[in-house]
């Protein structure tokens, strides 16, 4: 399934459901075929979401100093993938405005 997050403050992002359910597991909300993230929520999924991306960075950073051999998947980065979806949610929290889905 895809999933494609609209708001008015920036351009919208389509995402599968693989990497929308990870992200919505991290923000601790359901995933549902509709919904909305209001502007005055944002600021902490936000930073659920960037406090993730960060602690995927270490972890991967730990595994490839273990032996040297193992490089991480560049592809398989929460940070790299998630992306999209976390600019726009800044750019509706600069504006006010709420993201939503399957509308």
Request: hydrophobic share 40%; aromatic share 6%; proline share 6%.
């Amino acid at each position: 399934m895809i999933y494609q997050f609209r708001s008015k403050a920036g351009p919208d992002v389509i995402m599968l459901a693989d990497l929308t359910q990870r992200i919505f597991d991290i923000l601790g909300r359901t995933l549902e075929p509709r919904g909305i993230l209001t502007a005055e929520q944002l600021p902490a999924l936000i930073t659920s979401l960037e406090t993730a991306i960060l602690k995927d960075l270490e972890e991967r950073s730990k595994s490839s100093d273990g032996d040297g051999s193992q490089s991480p998947k560049l592809a398989d980065r929460l940070g790299q993938r998630a992306y999209p979806f976390l600019e726009l949610m800044k750019q509706a929290q600069n504006k006010d405005e709420p993201v939503m889905w399957g509308v």
